[in-house]
């Protein structure tokens, strides 16, 4: 019920973004608070299993922050907004198994990072966006056991997660530069690459242990890794 409520407030807030559009269409701040809206509008769509609603509130979510873009080609929040609305486009996808969509939205979210990169270079933020995103693509290519793509991804991903580190130090970094190199390990190690994958689990299992509390899961679960690369 509760869900409810906060789904017609959101709608509600539209309504009110798309009477102020009305009167000046190029207004920045309202076409954000809208394009904001939407994309929060669609999480709990998806939470009530509204997949066609979601997937509506998220393409006008990223028509928004295009509008918002071409109005000041300089604003680099509005296009890692953008990006991030594609980006979840491509999750929905991928939760209903439809991975050649998934895989091209992701692609799409990459490109859309790139252009805010360019825009601002050392946005830590941005880095971090454009590394889950390449971490995403590698995710589905090893579930579909395409190992060297993933691989090349997974590489990408740890590239700007570690410029993402040295430009803001935060241990939410550290613990996404963790579980990157402990996902490429377990790539390598399905292709048999032994000596690599026991090189990035140690990798991980070093950051983890500088983010994360004694006997965490991701800390055992690549001890546990390494235990079994070493005794084999």
């Known amino acids: 019920m509760q869900q409810q409520e906060t789904i017609e407030a959101y ?3 539209i309504a009110k ?31 009530q299993q509204q997949h066609v609603d979601a997937t509506v509130s998220l393409k006008q979510a990223i028509a928004i922050f295009d509008v918002a873009f071409s109005l000041i080609p300089t604003d680099a929040e509005a296009i890692s907004y953008k990006g991030m609305a594609i980006e979840r486009l491509a999750q929905l996808y991928s939760s209903r198994l439809q ?14 990072y790139n252009t805010a990169l360019y825009l601002a270079s050392d946005d830590f933020c941005n880095h ?28 990408m991903a740890i590239a700007h997660h570690e410029t993402s580190l040295r430009l803001k130090p ?13 996902k490429l390990g377990n790539c390598q190690e399905q292709l048999s ?6 090189k990035n689990y140690r990798a991980a299992l070093s950051l983890f242990n500088s983010a ?16 079994k690369l070493v005794s084999s």
Not at 99 to 112: D, E, H, I
Request: glycine content about 2%; proline content about 3%; overall charge neutral.
């Open 193 to 198: 690459q032994k000596s690599e994958a026991l």
């Open 17 to 47: 973004c798309d009477i102020v559009l009305e009167l000046s269409p190029n207004d920045l701040k309202t076409l954000k608070r809208k394009g904001y809206t939407l994309e929060k509008l669609s999480q709990l769509q998806l939470e």
């Open 170 to 182: 935060l241990k939410v970094n550290t613990f996404a530069l963790g579980q990157t190199l402990s």
């Open 128 to 155: 971090a966006l454009k590394a889950n995103a390449l971490e995403s693509i590698a995710d589905l290519q090893l579930n579909l056991s395409e190992y060297i793509q993933a691989i090349e991804n997974y590489k």
């Open 99 to 112: 991975y050649t969509q998934a895989l091209s939205t992701l692609s799409q979210a990459v490109a859309t």
């Open 11 to 13: 709608i509600q807030e």
């Open 212 to 227: 994360l509390p004694p006997g965490d899961k991701h800390v055992r679960y690549v001890n546990q890794k390494i235990q």
